[in-house]
């Protein structure tokens, strides 16, 4: 079935600790997104993709970094430089050329500071 | 920049009745898309409705619908015939047609079904 796989979906890391979280799709779609939600915040976008080899800060992108070497791949780094990383990420794709605006997502990851 | 409030942290409608979910938002634009998403506890975001503003007439999905005001920005969420399974948080996203397809959210809404 097609769909955005998040993975791990739990991670634990230990501050100053750079983390790697995993984004692949296999719906063809062009753009892909990160967000981070945070209770009573809603979601908060990290970083955005349009193109292979292309991506764009979103509100939030300072102590995060993303890579876009494939169409279905869309890592997030979240970097020792991040202060407050504990929070639960989502990643979405959208095919552009449709422009419907409609973002489907995966089921998430949850990241933890110790 | 656009900017999406939903005022209601939370809310809570007894089984088989109706509910309704409020959302306003911000911006200069005539034209965008307004979305409400459903984040159930397995945390994953799904679609619920969309409403494209050009388009006067509000958008229904089965026992959910909308009631978009252009002019108050106003985007609520009607929930009829409410099922336990409809418990979820709830969140109202705005889309700029201009540019990336990245969504504006809202803070969200808990929604408590009562048996």
């Known amino acids: 079935d097609g769909g955005i796989t998040q993975s791990p979906k739990y991670l634990f890391r230990k501050e100053g600790q750079n983390v790697t979280l995993s984004c692949e799709q296999n719906l063809n779609h062009d753009a892909m997104y990160w967000y981070r939600q945070d209770p009573g915040q809603g979601l908060r976008l990290i970083y955005y993709?349009?193109?292979?080899?292309?991506?764009q800060k979103g509100d939030i992108a300072e102590g995060y970094s993303v890579s876009r070497e494939k169409k279905e791949s869309f890592p997030l780094t979240v970097t020792s430089a991040q202060k407050n990383p504990t929070a639960f990420y989502l990643c979405a794709s959208s095919r552009a050329a449709l422009n419907t605006g409609e973002l489907f997502f995966g089921e998430g990851s949850r990241l933890t500071v110790l | 920049a656009q900017t999406v409030t939903q005022s209601q942290p939370e809310m809570s409608v007894q089984e088989a009745e109706t509910v309704t979910l409020s959302c306003t938002y911000d911006t200069s634009e005539s034209d965008y898309y307004l979305f409400w998403y459903k984040q159930p506890p397995s945390r994953q975001m799904i679609l619920v409705i969309r409403q494209e503003a050009y388009k006067q007439q509000n958008a229904t999905e089965n026992r959910f619908s909308v009631n978009f005001q252009k002019a108050a920005k106003s985007f609520s969420l009607k929930i009829s015939d409410s099922q336990l399974g409809d418990a979820a948080m709830y969140f109202c996203?705005?889309?700029?047609?201009?540019?990336?397809?990245?969504?504006?959210f809202g803070q969200g809404t808990r929604l408590t079904i009562n048996p």
């Open positions: 993709s349009q193109i292979v080899n292309d991506f």
């Open positions: 996203a705005y889309r700029s047609p201009q540019g990336a397809q990245k969504l504006v």
